[in-house]
């Protein structure tokens, strides 16, 4: 358990920087969180190869943390059912000190569920804002059914894939998580109210940054490294060649965590960054369903996906020599039992046994030339 000094200093942290500087990330390795404060107040930064970059950044942020009230930023969050998750405490999810100098300073976090063990078994369903119903009808089977295996689903609360994946867990009464370029008590998008609301009652909202803060362009880049690094792999549902989807598929990449994309239409414009990583990123795979992502996320001999294959026919059923029997029929008319016999390659006795067989099963009937196939069996 952290020091509540310690939570009061990476509160500020989360107000007075931007999130994922490695700069700032070295520093705070090196001196702590308050030993971070403390350098940036006196405006003075250690020796090392960051020290010039590090006082470029030091007046805007004594600029902020001049307006900052951690005590206040951490009763906001409270009254609005959150709280502040900070690194080394038993809801901090490991999975994201992958990042290494890039990991959040802090984490708000804003439901019931324990954040790191909601992500323990997690997969980050990612994609266009403007999405087909095609893209929209996947992210929701997908999601639904990941729910259904007690797997969490992470996005970014957007409109499109985001919000698919997002309802798609809440109608099969999962767990999933978004996670915000704003603050937790931010709605954005404003028309996403109800659908935030819903998540919060049985799910998460997370944010790096603290209440309050609005979302800028920068910052969904950013955000998207964590989306990546909380779960075990990202799948692209739909993207188009210049796609947030796709930076969050490059950090899942980084990381070395897998990485999947669903195929489309050749002619959908929102469709084509994921034909791109398939076509040219080696560590793509291509997923269809639940199945194929648990394949490839999930534990050996718990989570593998069923062996393809095609529609079990009648005739798929039948031994080897009533196979030959019934493929030495013509297709049209009749013949003999002989004649049946001798094309099959089988003597007469086999071949009367299996066309027995084959009249009791309905694939062939008598006729005034012998046997002949039945409508319905003429069709492999």
Known sequence: MISSDERLARALLTRMAEPGDERLGRLISREGAEGALEVVRAGEAPAGPDRADLEKRFPAWRARLAEADPERLLAVCEERGGRLVCPGEAEWPSQLDDLASGRPYALWVCGDQDLRFGCLRSVA???????SPYGIHVAAEMAAELA???????????????AAAHRGVLSADGLTVAVFACGVDVTYPSDHAGLFTEIARSGLLVS?????????????????????ALTRGTVVVEAAQRSGAISTARHARDLGRAVMAVPGPVTSPTSAGCHTLLREWAEVTCVTDASDVLDRVGL??????????????????LGPAARDVLEALPSRGGAGTARIAVTAGVDLDTALTCLGALAAGGFVERCAKGWKLRRNAAEP
């Open 148 to 162: 259904d295996s007690n797997w969490t689903v992470v996005s970014g609360g957007a409109y499109g894939i985001d």
């Open 125 to 131: 369903l990612v994609g266009a804002r403007a999405a």
């Open 208 to 228: 790096e940054l603290p209440p309050g803060t609005t979302p800028t362009r920068p910052r969904f880049l950013i955000r998207n490294r964590a989306i990546a």
């Open 300 to 317: 050996i001999g718990d989570d593998m996906a069923p062996e393809r294959r095609g529609p079990v026919l009648d005739r798929d059923r």
